[in-house]
């Protein structure tokens, strides 16, 4: 089974940058497709970025030009880099991939909080 922990989440002000995480342990497969999602409380949980294991990427409209997703393929480590944040980017950040989502139905990690406020 593989575990997935997120890092790197804290308390910024507007306009400020942060550089998230995502280490798998106990990974039976490399090259995964993988990605971010979030969830704001009162909201359900929706889709951040991903990025295939060649290296193209997509994000969600509402952070595009800002987010930049990026990995490690060596290491197993995806990265979430955050510029230019804002109030509404305020969630708790989770990282997945596709290996993981077809054989470990209904797992999250813990994820790691973004908080985004003066």
């Known amino acids: 089974q593989v575990q997935l922990a997120e890092s790197g989440g804290g308390l910024v002000q507007p306009g400020g940058s942060l550089r998230l995480s995502c280490a798998a342990s106990?990974?039976?497969?490399?090259?995964?497709?993988a990605g971010w999602y979030r969830q704001a409380p009162g909201n359900n949980r929706e889709f951040v970025a991903r990025i295939t294991p060649d290296g193209t990427t997509e994000v969600t409209q509402k952070v595009k030009g800002r987010f930049t997703i990026s990995r490690d393929n060596a290491k197993n480590i995806l990265y979430l880099q955050m510029n230019g944040l804002k109030p509404e980017d305020t969630a708790v950040y989770y990282c997945?991939?596709?290996?993981?989502?077809?054989?470990?139905?209904?797992?999250w990690g813990p994820g790691t909080q973004v908080t985004v406020s003066s």
């Open positions: 106990g990974s039976t497969r490399t090259f995964d497709l």
């Open positions: 997945n991939s596709d290996s993981v989502m077809r054989t470990q139905h209904g797992y």
